[in-house]
């Protein structure tokens, strides 16, 4: 009902791509969506809205989001989302089955390939507006997390927050994390006493440029010790001994060579 005043005859009006070389048929018909959002002035705020959410990978409260209309962008501006131009940028992007349906809730939630294809775009079409909204988020889900934790939900905040501050580009702020909340220095907290260890394998993922021999540059060779020698050991418990042991002697190595060896 949003497009084409709901003439079904002017349904060929939105340029769904034919050019296999745009990727798979999914991703053509969201960046059909992209293109057809962009250019309707109205529903501008839908779009917008649409990249924020893909900044999440989970139902987020739109509470959540207010942490968002403060991200630096020449072109994308969120607003408050329960506005009327919230609201109906909410409605919009529901009726499209761009974002799942209203629940008791009250969370919105992108379909993992929409995730990808929109944060992938939000990065492309202003990295600085990306790297801010990663980075509030980074500072508000560490400050989420529960240090007295009886159950992994108290600690998931941390990594969640591990996550958002690496897309930020704030490798060693979030390896304190790490670090502090989640393995307690040496005490292996997290996989200790909650046995989550491919949970930390997906967040250590993000602290390396090539899994698992290449930690990202812009950690010191201390820190590249630390997650290579933590993710080799979480992916051994997990089975998986090649993987580990790359990591594990490339934790070896980069020690000798810096003569970090303890």
């Given amino acids: 009902r949003t497009f084409c005043d709901a003439d079904i005859e002017r349904r060929k009006e939105i340029p769904l791509l034919e050019d296999p070389k745009e990727g798979d048929h999914a991703f053509r018909v969201m960046k059909a969506y992209e293109q057809w959002l962009g250019?309707?002035?109205?529903?501008?705020?839908?779009?917008?809205?649409?990249?924020?959410?893909?900044?999440?990978?989970?139902?987020?409260?739109?509470?959540?989001?207010?942490?968002?209309?403060?991200?630096?962008?020449?072109?994308?501006?969120?607003?408050?989302?329960?506005?009327?131009?919230?609201?109906?940028?909410?409605?919009?992007?529901?009726?499209?089955?761009?974002?799942?349906p209203a629940n008791e809730d009250d969370t919105l939630e992108c379909h993992p390939l929409i995730t990808e294809y929109f944060e992938e775009r939000f990065r492309e079409r202003d990295n600085n507006a990306w790297k801010d909204a990663h980075g509030k988020l980074f500072?508000?889900?560490?400050?989420?997390?529960?240090?007295?934790?009886?159950?992994?939900?108290?600690?998931?905040?941390?990594?969640?927050?591990?996550?958002?501050?690496?897309?930020?580009?704030?490798?060693?702020?979030?390896?304190?994390?790490?670090?502090?909340?989640?393995?307690?220095?040496?005490?292996?907290?997290?996989?200790?006493?909650?046995?989550?260890?491919?949970?930390?394998?997906?967040?250590?993922?993000?602290?390396?440029?090539?899994?698992?021999?290449?930690?990202?540059?812009?950690?010191?060779?201390s820190e590249k010790i630390v997650v290579l020698r933590c993710a080799g050991f979480d992916l051994v418990m997990l089975k998986r001994f090649d993987a580990g042991l790359v990591a594990m002697e490339t934790a070896l190595k980069l020690a000798q060579d810096t003569d970090d060896i303890d």
Avoid: Q
């Fill in 139 to 221: 500072e508000h889900y560490k400050s989420k997390g529960n240090e007295e934790a009886k159950t992994f939900e108290d600690i998931a905040p941390f990594f969640t927050a591990i996550v958002h501050g690496c897309k930020a580009g704030l490798y060693s702020e979030a390896l304190n994390v790490y670090r502090n909340k989640i393995t307690r220095k040496d005490e292996f907290f997290a996989t200790r006493t909650f046995g989550v260890f491919n949970a930390e394998v997906k967040i250590l993922f993000y602290f390396f440029e090539e899994a698992w021999f290449k930690p990202v540059d812009k950690l010191n060779d």
């Fill in 39 to 100: 250019k309707e002035p109205k529903l501008r705020m839908s779009l917008c809205l649409l990249y924020f959410t893909s900044l999440f990978d989970r139902p987020t409260e739109l509470e959540t989001f207010k942490i968002l209309e403060s991200v630096h962008s020449n072109e994308l501006m969120l607003k408050d989302l329960r506005s009327r131009e919230g609201e109906l940028a909410i409605s919009t992007l529901r009726e499209l089955d761009l974002v799942y």
